[in-house]
């Protein structure tokens, strides 16, 4: 399926607004191709390409509303389409919360689309499924990984006039490699828009060198460490927070933004002050569609400045009950950091961990936004400015809020998952328990 072209979905989305009769109308289409490779015990074992469109319409009437969606563009299928959403609308109950559509919208342009991207063939994944496997061979390691690739569109409009249109690509790897003997495990990924800034040969040699350096971890005692957290194990649990900005969870006393007897911590102190979060849909490094999920235009949006709490995020309806206006949910999150390597913090540490990543994370506390989960692929104790041994993997209970405050020093930001996350440093973080898991 070639990318339609913001003429071709424009008059697509115009046609099909045309057989409505409801009081409104949504209409959204996207599509593209997504190819992937995969490959487990150093054998690629599945490999495709799927090239795919859908039109999905919403069909309201007052504040009840109803949604289809086909695969199908000729007029009668649209038609038929238009009025099975009418039909179900007029079935389902009202929404109390529902809010009108939104009238004509002004998006700005971002970069999104590669062309290096949208050209990747399955030669290209063949060729770096080889060269991601002959290492692991040569070392007598084995290896698990996965590429998945996409070039499409979406676009969206509405009978109220609204019509937003964007083109876009990515590229996604991520490697484990583990000893032969089970001992050892490392991991590594990277995700672009463009696939020239791709360096898998790098992403697979470093998840072989954290396997082969984690073998046959030693147990050191739970408690609080000093911990250096690579970018994607600060992602891991930095990602959490952007969720607790809702203003709605703050105001209604649920989230860690809830004040004591009433209203929201907004305009407070609560990390360092060396802590500055943003969102840009434009930014050249993650660059995003420019709206949300309810068409709303995203902008640059300062979060956190500074330490201090200075926005949240409004869905259209709590915004229209709080009288004040919506602000979209953050995408393509920038976390500030600082100029130390990674080897600066573990020179700078006399007894700490290295953590390379974390996983099956978990919500204890809301209100303080703490969690649990465990340390993987690749865990180490430093001593005296030097990384001694691989240990044993952890269970930690950690809240972001805390490890905003005790930060020792931050590196560059890197990409990870879409956002821009430091490697950090991070003093007295709560180690709970020991785990067998390699």
């Given at each position: 399926?070639?990318?339609?072209?913001?003429?071709?979905?424009?008059?697509?989305?115009?046609?099909?607004?045309?057989?409505?009769?409801?009081?409104?109308t949504?209409?959204?289409?996207?599509?593209g191709?997504?190819?992937?490779?995969?490959?487990?015990?150093?054998?690629?074992?599945?490999?495709?390409?799927?090239?795919?469109?859908?039109?999905?319409?919403?069909?309201?009437?007052?504040k009840?509303?109803?949604?289809?969606s086909?695969?199908?563009?000729?007029?009668?299928?649209?038609?038929k389409?238009?009025a099975?959403?009418?039909?179900?609308?007029k079935?389902?109950?009202?929404?109390?919360?529902?809010?009108?559509?939104?009238?004509?919208?002004?998006?700005?342009?971002?970069?999104?689309?590669?062309?290096?991207?949208?050209?990747?063939?399955?030669?290209?994944?063949?060729?770096?499924?080889?060269?991601?496997?002959?290492?692991?061979?040569?070392?007598?390691?084995?290896?698990?990984?996965?590429?998945?690739?996409?070039?499409?569109?979406?676009?969206?409009?509405?009978?109220?006039?609204?019509?937003?249109?964007?083109?876009?690509?990515?590229?996604?790897f991520?490697?484990?490699?583990?000893?032969n003997?089970?001992?050892?495990?490392g991991?590594?990924?990277?995700d672009?828009?463009?696939?020239?800034?791709?360096?898998?040969?790098?992403?697979?040699?470093?998840?072989?060198?954290k396997?082969?350096?984690?073998?046959?971890?030693?147990?050191?005692?739970p408690?609080?460490?000093?911990?250096?957290?690579?970018?994607?194990?600060?992602?891991?649990?930095?990602?959490?927070?952007?969720?607790?900005?809702?203003?709605?969870?703050?105001?209604e006393?649920?989230s860690?933004?809830?004040?004591?007897?009433?209203?929201?911590?907004?305009?407070?102190?609560?990390?360092?002050?060396?802590v500055?979060?943003?969102?840009?849909?434009?930014?050249?490094?993650?660059?995003?569609?420019?709206?949300?999920?309810?068409?709303?235009?995203?902008?640059?949006?300062?979060?956190?400045?500074?330490?201090?709490v200075?926005?949240?995020?409004?869905?259209?309806?709590?915004?229209?009950?709080?009288?004040?206006?919506?602000?979209?949910?953050?995408?393509?999150?920038?976390?500030?950091?600082?100029?130390?390597?990674?080897?600066?913090m573990?020179?700078?540490?006399?007894?700490?961990?290295?953590?390379?990543?974390?996983w099956?994370?978990?919500?204890?506390?809301?209100q303080?936004?703490?969690?649990?989960?465990?340390?993987?692929?690749?865990?180490?104790?430093?001593?005296?400015?030097?990384?001694?041994?691989?240990?044993?993997?952890?269970?930690?209970?950690e809240?972001?809020?805390?490890?905003?405050?005790?930060?020792?020093?931050?590196?560059?930001?890197?990409?990870?998952?879409?956002?821009?996350?430091?490697?950090?440093?991070?003093?007295?973080?709560?180690?709970?328990?020991?785990?067998?898991?390699?």
């Amino acid at each position: 399926m070639a990318i339609l072209t913001k003429e071709e979905a424009k008059q697509i989305i115009d046609k099909t607004l045309s057989f409505a009769k409801a009081d409104e109308t949504e209409v959204s289409i996207s599509g593209g191709k997504t190819g992937n490779i995969r490959y487990a015990r150093n054998t690629v074992n599945t490999s495709g390409e799927t090239n795919s469109i859908s039109l999905n319409i919403t069909s309201v009437f007052g504040k009840q509303s109803g949604s289809t969606s086909i695969n199908e563009l000729d007029d009668e299928s649209l038609k038929k389409a238009v009025a099975r959403a009418e039909e179900i609308a007029k079935l389902a109950p009202e929404n109390p919360e529902y809010m009108p559509m939104l009238g004509p919208q002004e998006y700005k342009e971002t970069k999104t689309f590669f062309d290096s991207t949208d050209q990747i063939d399955p030669d290209y994944r063949a060729q770096l499924a080889i060269d991601s496997i002959k290492p692991c061979v040569d070392n007598n390691l084995t290896a698990a990984g996965y590429l998945e690739d996409f070039s499409g569109f979406t676009a969206m409009g509405n009978s109220k006039g609204m019509f937003g249109y964007n083109k876009g690509t990515s590229v996604d790897f991520t490697v484990t490699v583990r000893t032969n003997d089970g001992t050892g495990s490392g991991y590594s990924g990277a995700d672009f828009n463009d696939v020239n800034l791709l360096k898998s040969g790098s992403v697979t040699n470093l998840a072989v060198q954290k396997a082969m350096a984690s073998q046959n971890a030693q147990a050191i005692e739970p408690g609080k460490y000093t911990v250096i957290l690579e970018p994607r194990a600060a992602s891991d649990l930095l990602g959490r927070l952007t969720f607790g900005l809702d203003a709605r969870s703050a105001d209604e006393g649920r989230s860690f933004m809830s004040k004591k007897g009433g209203g929201t911590r907004i305009g407070e102190k609560i990390f360092d002050e060396r802590v500055n979060i943003y969102s840009d849909p434009a930014n050249t490094e993650i660059p995003v569609a420019p709206w949300s999920g309810d068409g709303l235009p995203l902008e640059k949006t300062q979060w956190v400045e500074n330490g201090v709490v200075k926005n949240l995020f409004y869905s259209r309806y709590w915004a229209d009950k709080q009288g004040v206006e919506p602000v979209p949910r953050p995408r393509g999150v920038i976390f500030e950091g600082g100029d130390e390597s990674l080897a600066d913090m573990v020179r700078s540490t006399e007894r700490g961990v290295l953590v390379t990543r974390f996983w099956y994370i978990r919500s204890v506390d809301p209100q303080t936004l703490l969690f649990t989960g465990l340390t993987r692929d690749g865990t180490f104790y430093i001593e005296d400015g030097q990384i001694k041994f691989p240990v044993k993997n952890f269970r930690f209970n950690e809240s972001p809020i805390i490890m905003l405050n005790n930060i020792e020093s931050m590196g560059k930001p890197q990409r990870v998952d879409g956002s821009l996350v430091p490697a950090m440093k991070i003093r007295d973080f709560t180690f709970s328990s020991l785990s067998d898991a390699v």
